[in-house]
């Protein structure tokens, strides 16, 4: 596994790391814009957008709040199709059931659409372990496998790859196919692994994809790509497992309907991808292709704790990526300094969730509540409050450094007694403001040098809000 | 096991110790069977037109053709457009099945393999609201036909245009094969932007998606 997947303890480290690596910079910067123009512009086309936001926030708090009923019914309907529903507790408990399945089908090589199901619980490690080969075959996900990174978006997983980095990898792993020379511009990269990737969608004995939703009614799953390498992993290889979580089950295909007019607008700004397929167990009497075996393994992982508590909401995301594009601190750092698969504000509220606050602790903190992430989520998820909840909870775990306790112990002890802390607000508010009276700033303050070493501390006015608008009702103005 | 345990640790969550009772399961399974559309996007454009503008602003190419019999001047003018040989695999279904393709012209009813160029489809139905063709498997309709070729020509009746996705699943509904195995939604061509966050396409599926509208 690579370094960055290994701890979620050294954001501080990583981000200075990210800011000061160019080619990230540059790659980020690029993206930043067309994820957010384009989402802007295909909502401002969609008069109906904030009603289909509600209608799909009540069918997953509709299915939520009947979770158990609608497992089952869609765990009925698979099984009506041929196909076998396996459920997973923990990520141990999902890679042994798909090793399990791969075995029995004596399976040598995977073909691998993306989900970040198997992302979460690192099935690739376990198929390495097992000698199974696998191939990731979103362009995406195949360019991070080459490089043996993880994904930094979770739908654009390799956006902090350069163009030039990508003719490299090709040109250094492509060598065992033949192929000789290095393909420079997009149209040959993309050439070149659709020709690679082509055969390892023909030769794989299993396909393994994610699920954009899975449809209780008809006990199908759905994929949504661009690429169509979803669906040529779903159709081709002989046995089929799809990976999902819980939370991904919705009643009807009428519900889905909702969810992909917000989904691909939320995402890239897209009214539909490209290829938005449902699949309904193996091939029947008569079907001229389609896989013998058709297996969903769901996955808890902690979806039915967050069920119970006050993180319930998190269970609504459809894991768009509008947070991760219209975040501040995702844009300045990229997705690996989150040290888990999933990063930005979604990521900084799963990982601590998941893998534990004490084992993420900064994520929730790197966060300057400016609230767009809720603004955009198409779900409309509190994400501020739900980072606000976990440094809550990390307080009370006593994880938060002592001198911040100490600090916030301090000011919650003034801000609760108005007078106290009016004059004690008062009293700093003179003795800085005259003794930054001929600069304005501070380039140096005592306590606060975590401030002072990016910029300056602007000097206070010298009189307090409170005491100026005392002053000015006296005056009767 | 971890399907007891799941669900029990849902239903504590969900602060019940059992299964549903029977009438909250009725209600739910009245909910799910009176399937109404949540929010339908409105608009006022003619359903065809609608059709083939979205389609070509997704990147594909279309022609309107009087009957079915068009369909072979289309794919045979399609085929040398694209300097592509006169060889393809079609779907076995009418009006398919029936078409004179003449001499020289090979038309293969089978599942496609890796490095055939060019596959024909009939749509079960198209959504002129996004310009998406809906194509569902069945004997004689391969899913490999969608997403294999380098291009894809899709024929569809004037009268399966519909004007949104939520008028496709009660068509599907009736179908004796409720749910189909495969129900592919194709809005334009295959297409990747992982590379600089730009369009290419043909990424893995077709290069090109070129509709055939049938009047009928």
Known sequence: ??????????????????????????????????????????????????????????????????????LELFERNVAANGGTVHWASTPADLNRIVLDICRSAGAKLVAKGKSMVSEEVDLHVALKEAGIERMETDLGEYIIQLADEPPSHIIAPAVHKTREQITE????????????????????????????????????????????????????????????????????????????????????????????????????????????????????????????????????????????????????????????????????????????????????????????????????NACTLNGRCQEVCPMRIPLPSLLRRLRQRQLEARFTPRGQRFML??????????????????????????????????????????????????????????SQWAKARRNGS | MSRERILADIRRALRRREALDPNVVRSLSARDAAVTPHVLPAYDEDLVARLVRKHEALHGSAVRVANAGGIVNAVIEYLRAHDLPER??????????????????????????????????????????????????????????????????????SARVVKWQEDVWPLLRQRPDFPPRGIAMISGPSKTADVEQTIEYGAHGPRNVHLVVVES
Not at chain 1, 45 to 70: G, M, Q, V, W
Request: net charge neutral; glycine share 10%; proline share 5%.
């Open chain 1, 169 to 364: 990898l090709f040109h250094r792993h492509h060598a065992r196919y033949g192929i000789e020379g290095r393909a420079e511009d997009r149209e040959a990269i993309v050439a070149e692994a659709r020709r690679v990737l082509r055969k390892a969608f023909l030769d794989a004995d299993v396909g393994i994809t994610g699920a954009n939703f899975l449809i209780a009614e008809t006990g199908s799953n759905i994929i949504v790509t661009n690429e169509g390498n979803g669906d040529l992993s779903s159709c081709l290889p002989k046995v089929h497992i799809v990976t999902a979580g819980i939370e991904k089950v919705i009643p009807t295909l009428e519900d889905l309907s909702v969810f992909l007019r917000l989904l691909g607008r939320s995402a890239t700004g897209q009214e539909m991808s490209a290829y938005s397929t449902l699949y309904s167990g193996p091939a029947r009497e008569g079907d001229d292709d389609g896989p013998r075996e058709y297996h969903v393994v769901l996955l808890d992982n902690g979806r039915s704790t967050m069920l119970g508590n006050e993180f319930r909401e998190m269970l609504r995301c459809i894991r768009c990526g509008a947070c991760l594009n219209h975040c501040p601190v995702y844009s300045s750092i990229g997705g690996h300094a989150y040290g888990w698969v999933y990063s930005g504000p979604m990521g900084a509220v799963l990982t601590p969730l998941v893998k534990g606050i004490d084992a993420a602790f900064d994520l929730p």
């Open chain 1, 1 to 70: 596994m690579s370094v960055v997947a290994e701890s979620t303890r050294a954001f501080a480290r990583r981000s200075r790391k990210a800011l000061l690596d160019g080619d990230l910079q540059a790659a980020l910067k690029r993206a930043r814009g067309g994820f957010v123009d384009h989402r802007r512009s295909a909502i401002e086309a969609l008069p109906e957008f904030e009603r289909l936001r509600d209608a799909a926030n009540e069918i997953r708090e509709h299915t939520l709040s009947h979770l158990d009923y609608y």
């Open chain 2, 88 to 157: 393809f695999v079609s779907a076995a279904l009418a009006p398919l099945t029936e078409l004179p393709w003449g001499d020289g012209v090979a038309c293969e009813f089978r599942p496609a393999r890796g490095d055939d160029r060019l596959a024909v489809s009939v749509a079960d139905a198209a959504i002129a609201e996004t310009g998406t063709l809906v194509l569902v498997s069945a004997p004689g309709a391969p899913m490999s036909h969608n997403y294999l070729p380098e291009h894809h020509v899709v024929v569809v009746e």
């Open chain 1, 409 to 466: 112990a301090a000011w919650s002890y003034a801000a609760a007694r108005p007078r106290f802390y009016r004059l004690l607000t008062g009293a700093a508010g003179r003795v800085l403001g005259r003794l930054g009276r001929r600069k304005g700033r501070f380039s140096w303050l005592p306590l606060a040098r975590g401030w002072t070493r990016g910029r300056d501390f602007p000097a206070p006015q010298g009189a307090t809000f409170m």
